[in-house]
């Protein structure tokens, strides 16, 4: 199948400061990629849908500001997640779909946040 | 929007026996239903997919039915191995949409 490769797999900061996180789909172009968050024990709560070239569309309660995306190119997407607090510590996931394809999504590894 | 139920949070079983989860979906529009197997600490990994032209598909131990006049679809696991443990999401969506997921089944294979 193909490959979503997300970085970094897991990061500790400091509360206040900012974590950028990269979603790349090595095989293929995605023209949409999507954000989701997983609270331990929890399914996968969609943050955001993001489009390439243009501004992302962001799920009710999900702070644009706060969450920033960026799709510059059809095999890269970044999320920032801002002044991180302790409450954003959750699993970060990426998802592509491969445009060819057009149903499969396909997953990056996951990013584990910590922020103390 | 799309909305999924899934049904039971938790369930086990002794090995060897078969395993079912189920789903609903609200909006007739979705016709694509994957579901994911997602290990502790890891990615979610498509194990079958149905799309709504078809009503049934297997792949070895695994299946999966689709029920669009009830709005349901289903997943069945038979020959339950421990290695089967895990969390399973099932999921609903279109080619233009992004899947909404289901809570999820902690499946527990108790050997």
């Known amino acids: 199948g193909a490959v979503v490769s997300q970085h970094p797999s897991w990061v500790i900061c400091k509360s206040g400061t900012s974590v950028k996180i990269e979603c790349r789909s090595l095989?293929?172009?995605?023209?949409?990629m999507f954000w989701y968050r997983q609270f331990p024990k929890q399914s996968l709560m969609l943050m955001a849908t993001s489009n390439e070239g243009s501004k992302a569309t962001y799920e009710q309660g999900v702070e644009k500001d706060k969450f920033l995306i960026n799709h510059a190119s059809l095999t890269l997407s970044t999320l920032t997640v801002t002044s991180a607090h302790p409450e954003d510590s959750s699993f970060y996931i990426c998802s592509a779909r491969d445009i060819a394809r057009s149903t499969e999504a396909f997953f990056g590894q996951g990013t584990r946040l910590t922020v103390v | 929007g799309e909305n999924v139920e899934q049904h039971p949070s938790t369930l086990s079983v002794q090995e060897g026996d078969s395993a079912v989860i189920k789903c609903t979906y609200s909006d007739s529009a979705s016709n694509y239903f994957p579901w994911y197997k997602q290990e502790l600490g890891k990615r979610p990994q498509l194990i079958i997919d149905?799309?709504?032209?078809?009503g049934e598909k297997k792949d070895q131990r695994i299946a999966v039915t689709l029920n669009k006049t009830a709005k349901h679809f289903s997943l069945h696991i038979t020959e339950t191995q421990p290695e089967d443990s895990a969390v399973y999401f099932c999921?609903?969506?279109?080619?233009?949409?992004?899947?909404?997921f289901g809570k999820g089944t902690r499946l527990s294979v108790i050997a």
């Open positions: 095989d293929f172009q995605a023209t949409t």
């Open positions: 999921a609903a969506g279109t080619g233009n949409t992004p899947l909404v």
């Open positions: 149905i799309r709504s032209n078809v």
